[in-house]
């Protein structure tokens, strides 16, 4: 499977912070791949640099261009939603479905209208007047009509009750992913993405602490509940991270044989969520 | 797709309309019903014979000529319009790359495939040649109004003012004149707009204060330093009121070519090459 991104040794700096500290990684065509990390991580600067807009030293390929010298060509095959970017609020929503499709080539204008007939969104209003999660809804709409080989979400549902993130996942998996597209998003909810993920990245300190597929977690990272009196066998296994759950305590452990830690304790994958606070703590513990 | 592609510029062009329609058509229109009201009400409240005095020296003025030669007369009252197109066009510069920066919208026109040349062009275009038509297609309202008026008050003071259809089209003329006025001062200008979309596209905040202070900056470095005030001197050459306005077709060729003007143009054409530079990345 050939890769859509390719980026090596992405810098970025700003000021004496450094956003982004010589990150590597490569997210193949076709997968879903969740970018995690905690605020400040590098994540939004990251996705920007994908799409052009940010400027990084490094090696930096998506959809086989460089974003940072043909932003507006690679934005024929790439869709992105902004954490914080936000549809013109002066547009009425027929006008911006005008605009999308007298400058984008592959926009569909009939598929996003019928879309939009599923939602409560009027063509007539302007976007100032919708809800956040009606504009949310639009942009979605939106880029759900546009065949592109990549589409780049920032925290797309930040803001939204729980109903409309779920309505939103619900419509990317089914109605927009085809397996031929590929997907990168990151969010702060991580437990709402992760049965829709296949590649995992986590970013801490503009730098990659984990890079692996969803089906590759069970065979490398173990979460086991352990009694007191096996803490110091279990200590000795280096785990990466503990914490103390009603007077035992869940120790997560990575490449470590399950038959081993199946003695100590039921063994079970960790949750997206506790691993990302594993990897992290483990880190910042190192 | 390349983004100067008629259809796709046209959109562009479109969107600034839409997003300055305050600027481009509400502005002139308020200013087309006030000043019409105003003189409903001036006419309404002079004396009679101070009318019949005032159509009588118009149909003087206007007696023998013919509409081209009534033509630039029918521009004084489009005076006010030129001035707030100036200011209008001010502000929607200051703001062109600076609004949606600020308002966070950038990401997404920044995500559809339109490149920083042809965003920017858009704008270049927009003064130079879209906004001057909103103000024409509204001046021709006023003017129509006008023309009626004083046709009317003739009638009643029985004097033939000039002939509606002559005055009709000495509007029409005027209208002309003053989007090619329009036109050839933003040629004129080039090295202005190009100045204010830089820096419209280069500030974090108040896009204003650095146009502003960076040409009051660069003018006392070249004081300073040379001893001279080129700059200065340069920009006051180029900011007289006549040069913004073209009275007959020779003098729309000799302000179009003319070694000023291409000079102006090619430093306008090197201040929009920063302008689309500055605008390539968002951090």
């Keep these: 499977m050939t890769d859509i991104v390719e ?107 019928e879309i939009l007939a599923t939602t409560d969104i009027p063509a007539n209003k302007r976007i100032k007047e919708l809800s956040k999660g009606m504009v949310t809804q639009l942009h979605l709409a939106l880029v759900m009509a546009i065949d592109v080989q990549l589409l780049v979400l920032d925290e797309p549902t930040l803001g939204l009750d729980i109903i409309y993130r779920k309505e939103f996942y619900d419509r990317l998996l089914n109605d927009y992913y085809d397996g031929n597209c590929t997907i990168i998003i990151s969010t702060h909810q991580v437990e709402e993405i992760e049965t829709l993920l296949s590649d995992l990245l986590f970013i801490d300190n503009g730098r990659i602490v984990l890079d692996a597929a969803m089906q590759d977690l069970e065979n490398i990272y173990s979460e086991v509940l352990i009694d007191a009196q096996h803490y110091a066998e279990a200590e000795q296994l280096g785990p990466v991270y503990h914490r103390d759950i009603l007077g035992k305590r869940a120790y997560i452990f990575e490449a470590v044989d399950r038959t081993r830690l199946r003695e100590l304790g039921e063994a079970a994958t960790p949750t997206v969520a506790d691993l990302f606070v594993a990897k992290l703590r483990g880190a910042n513990r190192e | 797709m390349n983004s100067l592609l008629p259809a796709q510029f046209v959109a562009l062009l479109r969107r600034e309309v839409l997003e300055n329609r305050a600027l481009f058509i509400a502005a002139p229109a308020v200013l087309a019903l006030v000043l019409s009201v105003f003189a409903l009400w001036a006419i309404s409240m002079a004396p009679g014979e101070q009318l019949a005095a005032g159509v009588e020296y118009l149909s003087i003025m206007f007696d023998g000529l013919s509409p081209g030669e009534m033509a630039p007369m029918f521009l004084m009252p489009a005076i006010p319009f030129i001035m707030m197109l100036y200011a209008c066009v001010l502000i929607y510069l200051l703001n062109a790359l600076y609004q949606d920066r600020k308002d966070l919208s950038v990401y997404f026109w920044q995500s559809m495939p339109v490149s920083n040349l042809g965003t920017v062009l858009s704008k270049v275009v927009t003064v130079i040649a879209v906004v001057p038509a909103f103000y024409v297609a509204i001046l021709f309202v006023v003017y129509l109004l006008a023309v009626t008026a004083l046709s009317l008050l003739g009638l009643s003071y029985d004097v033939e003012v000039a002939g509606l259809g002559y005055m009709f089209m000495a509007a029409i003329f005027s209208l002309f004149l003053f989007y090619v006025s329009a036109f050839l001062a933003a040629l004129w200008l080039l090295p202005t707009i190009g100045w204010l979309l830089l820096f419209s596209a280069f500030a974090k905040r108040t896009p204003v204060l650095w146009a502003l202070g960076v040409f009051i900056l660069l003018g006392l470095v070249e004081d300073l330093i040379f001893g001279t005030q080129f700059l200065g001197n340069w920009v006051e050459s180029r900011s007289n009121f006549r040069q913004y306005i073209v009275l007959d077709f020779p003098m729309a060729m000799d302000r179009l070519f003319s070694y000023d003007m291409l000079f102006g143009l090619v430093v306008g ?10 605008r390539r990345f968002v951090d």
């Excluded at chain 1, 929503?93 to 204008?109: G, T």
Aim: with cysteine; hydrophobic share 40%.
């Design chain 1, 7 to 113: 980026a090596r040794g992405l810098r970025k700096r700003f000021g004496d912070f450094k956003a982004l500290d010589g990150l590597d990684f490569s997210v193949a065509c076709g997968s879903i791949c969740g970018l995690i990390g905690p605020n400040g991580a590098g994540k939004t600067t990251t996705l920007k640099a994908l799409v052009g807009l940010s400027d990084v030293e490094g090696d930096l390929r998506v959809a086989g261009r460089d974003p940072r010298i043909s932003r507006h060509k690679l934005m024929e095959e790439v869709c992105f939603i902004a954490d914080v970017g936000i549809l013109p609020k002066w547009f009425r929503v027929n006008q911006v479905l005008d605009y999308v499709e007298s400058v984008h080539p592959r926009f569909s204008r009939q598929r996003a209208e």
């Design chain 2, 269 to 278: 054409a090197i201040l929009i090459t920063g302008a689309v530079y500055m």
